[in-house]
């Protein structure tokens, strides 16, 4: 069975960016096949990776509603058009769950997207996941058998609470998590207040490194170009990368 990472977080905190770093990342160590999961209904991963999507989970669950052929099941239309929404690159395949417009039930498209990951990961070394912004996404975990539960907070005190609301949830739930790793992104150039520190502790957090705030990022952004095409040496793909490095061999080999 491959190996599985999940992004969670708050709102801000660059998530979905540190998620597109990650899968390049795992891109330049060789490492692939990897199937990359866009699960946050505002979904925008494409947009850090700088690919088109042909469409979404949701799109198939809405055409499901009217375009399923008589004597097919809803299964196997979903089996049959997943792959024409898969998008395929040469280091990850990238597979987005989007919310259309009027869309109903948002559980059933997770659970069609479960099904299919839970049947895929076996075809693919490494599944990445970026999940909803908050604490939403967790009870419907799409798979329960997480090897990395990457959570991305802010330096605030606010948002390494949420992390703590995170992590006490996962307990609660009794997900099957191997490692927790706290993550601060978007740090100043000072690094993280004393009483920061503090709360993490107190929380019962580990710390697996604190990414400084990166222009280069805000610059991308501006200019509309991919975020994983920043720079080797940008602060941010480089603490990703000295934090990967730390973790990797300890629970994603």
Not at 85 to 113: F, K, R, S
Request: proline share 4%.
């Amino acid at each position: 069975m491959g190996k599985s990472i999940a992004v969670a977080g708050k709102g801000g905190t660059g998530k979905t960016t540190l998620t597109g770093l990650l899968l390049r990342y795992l891109a330049e160590k060789g490492l692939k096949p990897v199937l990359a999961v866009d699960a946050d209904a505002n979904a925008n991963l494409s947009e850090v990776l700088g690919v088109e999507v042909p469409g979404t989970i949701g799109d198939l669950r809405e055409g499901m509603k009217t375009e399923v052929p008589l004597g097919m099941t809803k299964e196997a239309y979903m089996e049959y058009n997943i792959q024409k929404i898969l998008v395929e690159t040469g280091t990850y395949d990238l597979l987005v769950m989007g919310l259309p417009e009027g869309a109903g039930c948002y559980c059933y498209a997770n659970a069609l997207c479960k099904k299919f990951i839970d049947f895929m990961i076996n075809e693919y070394d490494y599944v990445v996941m970026d999940n909803e912004a908050g604490l939403e996404h967790l009870s419907r975990l799409l798979t329960k058998d997480i090897d990395l539960l990457m959570v991305v907070s802010d330096p605030s005190l606010r948002g390494i609470r949420t992390a703590g609301r995170i992590k006490e949830l996962i307990e609660k739930l009794r997900l099957n998590i191997k490692k927790l790793a706290l993550v601060i992104n978007r740090a100043p150039e000072e690094g993280i207040s004393a009483e920061a520190h503090q709360l993490i502790e107190k929380l019962g957090l580990e710390l697996a490194g604190v990414i400084p705030e990166d222009p280069v990022i805000a610059q991308f952004d501006r200019e509309g170009k991919p975020t994983v095409e920043i720079p080797d040496d940008a602060i941010s793909y480089r603490g990703l990368s000295e934090i990967m490095a730390a973790i990797f061999p300890l629970y994603l080999q």
